[in-house]
């Protein structure tokens, strides 16, 4: 009897043990994590709208309430252009991604059939400070966020490249937009949507903990009409780094975590 009672004992502390370890890993984890949206205001943050100065938050797009950030069209009586994008004030090179968002309501009158349930992050991008009053979107790597219309596939966490170029398999990719292979989101649940990003090396876009999309070698386009103000002195047009931004593009969208693990000078 009492060697069955040592043993139930040993066996609950063993359990005890794992959990109690998977933990502590899971807190190990989640060290380092900076809160780029504090779930309060934008006070981190800068917005530039296609038309309007920099800072200048045109009917509102940019908002927080209920502790959400959002995009918003209720002000606007029709979409002429005004996309949008929010710089979090500090740049990165190496780092870890994490956001969580949602597409809600219906996109504005006028908005382009391509940007419906469409938003995305930029990433490695040119300072909001830099851009053109008119200039619709930031030289960038974007990491799109796409949604499905409740019946046609469309697949998320797609790559595109206002001004710039990318490797994928040992080729340099001209195409602006890429596919990846994730699964399509329809409806209004909230998605959790990751990124790896090693500097002018390999980044990656993550959605359901599976890895979607991988290139490398992130750089400037010698095509795009901001090649030459942006290549730095050195001539490297490799981006190492650079800003980065939530995108409006004309339809409502919550996000209601925006996070980052930097990396420091690598990815190991």
Known sequence: MKKLKLKKRGLLFLVASIFFIGACQTKEEEKGWIQLFNGKDLNDWQIKIAGHDLGENYNNTF???????????????????????????????????????????????????????????????????????????????????????????????????????????????LDHCINSSSRTFHGDGWVTAEIEV??????????????????????????????????????????????ISLQGESHPIDFRKVELLNLGDDCE
């Open 63 to 173: 908002r927080v309430e209920d502790g959400l950030l959002k995009v918003r069209y209720d002000q606007y009586e029709t979409f002429n252009g005004e996309f949008a994008h929010l710089f979090y004030k500090q740049d990165y090179s190496h780092y870890k991604m994490r956001i969580e968002y949602r597409f809600v309501g219906e996109q504005v009158t006028n908005g382009p059939g391509w940007a419906f349930r469409n938003s995305g992050i930029m990433i490695h991008g040119q300072s909001a400070e830099s851009m053109e009053k008119n200039q619709d979107f930031p030289t960038s790597i974007e990491v799109q966020l796409l949604g499905g219309n409740g019946t046609d596939e469309r697949s998320n966490m797609n790559l595109c490249t206002p001004g710039t170029n990318v490797v994928m398999d040992g080729e340099l990719v």
């Open 198 to 243: 090693c500097g002018d090396s390999i980044i990656k876009h993550i959605v359901d903990g599976q890895v979607v999309m991988q290139y490398m070698q992130p750089q400037l386009d010698e095509r795009d009409a901001t090649y030459q103000r942006l290549l730095p002195p050195d001539g490297n047009k490799l981006l190492k780094g650079g800003s």
